[in-house]
């Protein structure tokens, strides 16, 4: 193999005779003509490949005045001639070279037990797999044993197609194999999100606690989201998040109807408002499901998710918009504390009312920053945590550190208090509907991920974001949730 050893220290006691090609007291590895050869030395010499004066093209390993030679003009012996090609080379093993050596244990990995011989489907996979680039990694990658034994369940099962693969363990072997067999046209291209998506929703629909919900749900993902998704392959991760969230949410509707002795069939409005009011925003999600089970007559037609109006939107011209954004968020015009505001509503589609409730105990600030709200920590990974940061240092929050010691965050002028909502309403008024308007302008929101709405609607750069990317994908699902909400009430903002 050639991976780069590094070198012993010399030893000029056990090894006298210094080496004919680098002077160096190491281990003899041969006696050539031109002197005793180092193992260091040695090994150069067999790897060595090139034309000699004479015009033979191969192998070099001997040294005329300080050239490389070829064996016969050298009167150097080795064994560089590989069985299986014929070719000059560093023999691997069994007489072979790496290539002829990596194809050995192709072959042996994709001959079929029952035939003998590779089968026809395989043929292109096998091909390539002997031809790649770098002999010596495929080498060390197929030797393994977790991927001889991979490789040999995948061609004992005969079909070569994705369903197959989804039989055999998951991991990255499997994720590796289906690659190569999708770029060498093994395999016909399939969308993978669509894919992780039917499989997380087979295994979601055993959550289900009586089996009319599970009727249900199982025809909300595949006449809902799966048909959408198929017709709008490759989808985005937005989509795929989305689909995921949503059907969480119907799922636990379901089963919070069971655990009340109704259905979906007989829940009444007061159902639905006390499910909603007793968890996490996300259940404000809901509305994506009862959007398709009230036209196919599942509940009732009046179910509504109920509504919280934010105010009236004062909407500004789109040439002011992107002004007013940049002045409001970055330019200072807005302090620490107002742009925390900003992120809770947006981000995480938390109303005002309990934005300006939130008390230090539900934040923990360490390398990451968590606030807990509605009882749920949300992971603010940076560039979000810095806001929060920032509000600690403010000078106000410095001095409350060291006197009063306010439970608040959002403090309020007299002290003991925290800011009241219709106050930070009207402050960010303005911003709100810069950013709305923003919003509107994305167009289909599914069809972005997280990290790109995140970075066009509060100007973080989308790589950073990428970077964290499960929190973001939670933080944007309670924001999808929160917007549904708003588009809903024809109010965003
Ligand atoms: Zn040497
Ligand atoms: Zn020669
Ligand atoms: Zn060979």
């Known amino acids: 193999m050639t991976v780069a050893r590094p070198k012993k220290p010399e030893d000029p006691v056990a090894h006298p005779v210094p080496c004919a090609r680098c002077g160096s007291h190491y281990q003899v590895g041969a006696f050539w003509p031109d002197g005793a050869v180092c193992t260091?030395?040695?090994?150069?010499?067999?790897?060595?490949?090139?034309?000699?004066?004479?015009g033979h093209v191969g192998v070099l390993p001997g040294r005329i005045d300080g050239s490389p030679a070829c064996r016969t003009c050298?009167?150097?012996?080795?064994?560089?001639d590989?069985?299986?090609?014929?070719?000059?080379?560093?023999?691997y093993r069994h007489q072979l070279c790496l290539r002829c050596a990596l194809a050995q244990h192709v072959d042996d990995a994709f001959t079929n037990p029952r035939t003998g011989s590779v089968d026809v489907a395989w043929q292109p996979i096998v091909q390539a797999l002997k031809s790649m680039n770098r002999a010596n990694s495929g080498l060390v990658w197929i030797r393994q044993a977790h991927v001889q034994d991979f490789l040999r369940s995948m061609v004992a099962n005969d079909d070569a197609t994705h369903a197959a693969l989804d039989e055999l363990p998951a991991g990255a072997t499997r994720n590796h194999m289906r690659q190569l067999l999708v770029e060498h046209g093994v395999l016909p291209v399939r969308d993978e999100l669509i894919a992780t998506f039917e499989s997380w929703s087979s295994d979601a629909l055993d959550r289900l606690h009586s089996p009319a919900h599970r009727d249900v749900i199982d025809r909300y993902i595949r006449w809902k989201h799966l048909r959408t998704m198929r017709a709008r392959s490759p989808i985005a991760h937005g989509t795929f998040l989305v689909a995921k969230q949503s059907t969480t949410v119907a799922i636990e509707w379901c089963n919070w109807l069971d655990a009340q002795g109704t259905d979906l069939g007989r829940a009444g409005q007061g159902d639905l408002d006390r499910w909603i009011s007793e968890g996490p925003s996300t259940r404000l999600m809901v509305e994506r499901f009862l959007s398709w089970a009230r036209p196919a007559r599942l509940c009732s037609s009046t179910l509504t998710v109920p509504r919280h109006r934010r105010g009236t939107a004062t909407r500004l011209s789109t040439a002011g918009q992107a002004d007013a954004l940049n002045a409001a968020l970055y330019s200072g015009a807005l302090g620490a504390r107002d742009r925390l505001a900003v992120v809770l509503v947006l981000v995480f589609g938390q109303q005002m009312t309990s934005i300006v409730q939130l008390r230090w105990e539900q934040v923990t600030i360490t390398d990451t920053v968590t606030i807990t709200l509605a009882g749920l920590p949300i992971h603010l990974p940076p560039p979000l945590?810095?806001?929060?940061?920032?509000?600690?240092?403010?000078p106000a929050h410095k001095q409350t550190a060291t006197h009063s010691n306010s439970p608040w965050v959002f403090l309020g002028g007299r002290a003991g208090t925290h800011l009241q909502p219709g106050y930070l309403r009207n402050r960010l008024r303005p911003v709100m509907s810069t950013l709305s308007a923003r919003l509107g302008s994305l167009g289909d929101l599914s069809r972005h991920t997280p990290a790109a709405i995140l970075a066009e609607t509060l100007g973080y750069r989308p790589e950073t974001l990428e970077a964290h990317a499960s929190a973001v994908a939670d933080n944007y699902a309670r924001y999808v949730a929160a917007l549904d909400q708003q588009a809903a009430s024809g109010t965003l903002f």
């Open 40 to 54: 260091y030395c040695y090994r150069a010499a067999i790897r060595t490949q090139g034309t000699c004066a004479c």
């Open 74 to 80: 050298s009167g150097v012996f080795v064994n560089v």
């Open 82 to 91: 590989c069985a299986g090609c014929g070719a000059e080379d560093e023999i």
């Open 385 to 394: 945590d810095q806001v929060v940061r920032d509000v600690l240092h403010e």
